[in-house]
């Protein structure tokens, strides 16, 4: 499958601030994806995009799908200890068929 | 509404024993997908079913790796002789529609 290049590949921040990770792909996709990872759980879905330029929020969180349909952004605003995890991209190639490529993941830490 | 339902969380098996995943979809939800993840890293497809159907098993290794979704029951991924290599997070996800995704919470199956 097509790697996606997410990055950073890791953020240390304070509470309160923000914080912004994207991912890139050099294939477009038709549909952007962004999870959540805690230690020993499964991903949970924050936010999905369909259309280019696309911009969806969910509470904190917003998401851009890009316009030339090959990145997708997604920001964390006044973060919180229990946005601590690993955020993962994800995305449907056109031609693909049904699988989902994944981003190898943002560590984020929030200290207090 | 219950979620996903993975089981067993954690298993352990011998080099050259079988392993057998089951995966509960969500209630109504007729597609079901696995995917594999080693540590630090994002997930990689592996298999696509409908009940009863193989659509897409692009991902699954040749030899060894088997999956099925039948009508009544669980979806199965099978592994047989398992090897070290093996050893890595399985997770189910199932959908109403193709691209939203919702995970099981993941079998850690490690190989002796």
């Known amino acids: 499958g097509q790697q996606l290049n997410q990055s950073p590949q890791s953020m240390f921040i304070q509470e309160g601030e923000d914080v912004s990770m994207n991912c890139t792909s050099s294939?477009?996709?038709?549909?952007w994806l962004w999870y959540k990872q805690d230690p020993g759980e499964g991903p949970v879905l924050l936010i999905a995009?369909?259309?280019?330029?696309e911009l969806t929020s969910n509470g904190r969180l917003t998401a851009q799908f890009g316009i030339t349909r090959k990145d997708s952004f997604l920001n964390i605003s006044a973060s919180i200890p229990s946005d601590v995890g690993i955020y993962f991209c994800a995305g449907q190639l056109t031609n693909s068929g049904y699988a989902l490529n994944f981003g190898k993941g943002t560590s984020l830490l929030v200290t207090p | 509404n219950a979620g996903v339902m993975q089981n067993p969380r954690h298993l352990v098996r011998r080099r050259g024993q079988e392993a057998r995943l089951r995966c509960s979809p969500m209630k109504g939800h007729s597609h079901v997908y696995w995917y594999r993840q080693l540590p630090e890293e994002g997930l990689k497809f592996m298999v696509y079913?409908?009940?009863?159907?193989?659509?897409?098993e692009s991902g699954m290794p040749k030899e060894r790796f088997s999956a099925e979704f039948p009508k009544e029951g669980p979806s199965i991924l099978r592994i047989q002789q398992v090897v070290r290599g093996d050893s890595a997070a399985y997770f189910c996800a199932s959908s109403p529609y193709r691209e939203l995704l919702f995970f099981g919470s993941g079998t850690q199956l490690s190989v002796l």
């Open positions: 995009l369909y259309k280019a330029g």
């Open positions: 079913l409908q009940k009863e159907n193989i659509i897409d």
């Open positions: 294939s477009i996709f038709n549909t």
